[in-house]
């Protein structure tokens, strides 16, 4: 089966669950790659949170940081149902370790965790880092906090699909959208192919430091949201490191999958629903089979299948 032909039907199985979106598997040691609109900007949701411990630590591998401060961590306070976790749920404060911090951010997708990174090094802060860096393609240009003020969190719970309608329904033809969090414009974004070429920067560094690149592929190894693409990439003779980003309408994940036999793959899948529904298993089972079905084409070499 041609490249061409693997791509249309993973187009054609996106559409069947109502998605699009947006993938790319590459192979870390000799660059080849399969993608699919790998160069299309999408909201980043939580990933930013992968390039804002890249640039904690390395402020922290400079000296400018000390991993041992203890911040303090006014609660989150969230009460509303949802996937917000640890601090953000907090009701009394508390105080973290910026190292510890970092583990919260990334394997629980912590977001006041994040926000209290921010502080510390703020978005333009990050952005800049990532310049000195060589990494393109990643927009960071606000906190976390602000994924948890759409019209989602101003509706009750029986009335969430309405924010997932609106989420779906109303962006333009150049990807602009009336929540800020959705408009590649003013959100944090990035392409499939940006999240690529920072995944192969963590795991074949040349402009990151060695012990940042190292704990942030820790802190990856370590994360405890595997419901989307970590049941179709771990086993035991693969390990799946990986970030998730959700918001709204929006399901994403990038991680890299280590075989026993050396071999690395970096994979993102970015995707957005047009089911107007909060929980979609479904949808997630199907992006994950889609990256899947193209990591194993560029792996082996064989035709895909699809079932």
Request: charged residues 20%; aromatic residues 4%.
């Amino acid at each position: 089966m041609s490249v061409s032909a693997v791509l249309r039907n993973a187009r054609e199985l996106l559409a069947e669950a109502g998605l699009h979106g947006a993938f790319l598997v590459r192979n870390l040691d000799t660059g080849d790659e399969i993608g699919l609109d790998a160069d299309t900007p999408f909201p980043a949701a939580s990933l930013v949170k992968v390039p804002l411990a890249v640039a904690v630590l390395e402020r922290v591998a400079r000296g400018d940081l000390d991993p041992a401060t203890p911040i303090d961590i006014t609660p989150g306070l969230i009460t509303t149902p949802g996937t917000t976790t640890g601090l953000s749920r907090f009701r009394h404060p508390a105080r973290v370790a910026l190292d510890d911090l970092l583990y919260l951010s990334i394997a629980i997708s912590d977001g006041v965790a994040a926000d209290a990174l921010f502080d510390l090094t703020p978005p333009a802060a990050v952005a800049a880092e990532l310049r000195r860096l060589c990494i393109e393609g990643i927009a960071v240009r606000h906190r976390i906090s602000e994924l948890t003020d759409t019209p989602r969190e101003r509706l009750r719970p029986d009335e969430a699909h309405l924010a997932q309608a609106l989420a779906i329904g109303t962006a333009t033809a150049g990807s602009g959208h009336p929540v800020a969090q959705l408009d590649v414009t003013r959100a944090n974004t990035g392409s499939a192919r940006a999240f690529v070429d920072l995944l192969h920067a963590l795991w074949r560094p040349t402009t990151i430091g060695e012990a940042t690149a190292a704990r942030v592929r820790e802190l990856m190894a370590d994360n405890l949201l595997r419901q989307r693409l970590a049941p179709d990439f771990t086993s035991d003779a693969a390990r799946w490191s990986s970030k998730t980003g959700t918001l709204l309408h929006l399901r994403h994940e990038v991680g890299v999958v280590d075989h026993t036999d050396g071999q690395s793959y970096a994979v993102a899948a970015l995707t957005a629903s047009r089911v107007p529904a909060v929980a979609q298993p479904g949808s997630e089972a199907t992006m994950a089979h889609v990256a899947r079905v193209l990591h194993g084409y560029l792996r082996t070499g064989a035709p895909p299948w699809w079932g």
